[in-house]
């Protein structure tokens, strides 16, 4: 759940709670919770994460399909339509890509931290971290590396 103001609300939920397949829905309230519009629905994917609601009509969701992809999407007009802002490069048979972490601290700045998990061909597995930042609302993201710590 995302609240861009005191009476505005953005809640995400599962449709097959029971089972974590299907499809999410995404619903709106202006009046503090006490009514929702159901805003449509975020197809299949195997989990999905609600960024935020800087605004009542910008939204972002971090997203993971079963194939090992990871993307953000964001909307600009509460949720009616979608567009594909960010796709990880990490996908694959022994890497993929992690979104999670998210938030907004501003009506245009957000942060997701994006996790790269694999195999190294010996076989031990790794993990790479990058902070994605936006600037503009969601409109588009940038990759910050993290520096790896000095070995001891």
């Given at each position: ?58 939204i972002a969701i971090a997203a993971d399909d079963t194939d090992g992809y990871s993307w953000i999407l964001t909307s600009h007009d509460g949720g009616r339509s979608w567009a594909r802002t960010y796709q ?65």
């Open positions: 759940m995302a609240a861009p103001s005191p009476t505005d609300l953005v809640v995400l939920c599962h449709s097959e709670p029971t089972t974590a397949t299907g499809n999410w829905r995404l619903f709106a309230s202006s009046d503090g919770g006490l009514t929702f519009q159901n805003r449509g629905t975020i197809g299949g994917n195997r989990r999905v994460q609600l960024i935020g609601a800087p605004t009542p009509d910008d990880s490069p990490y996908y694959g048979s022994t890497d993929y890509g992690a979104l999670g972490n998210a938030g907004f601290t501003s009506a245009t700045v957000g942060y997701v931290l994006e996790t790269k998990s694999g195999a190294e061909p010996s076989g031990s597995a790794t993990e790479d971290r990058h902070l994605l930042v936006t600037r503009d609302g969601g409109k588009t993201w940038t990759r910050v590396s993290f520096a790896s710590p000095p070995n001891k």
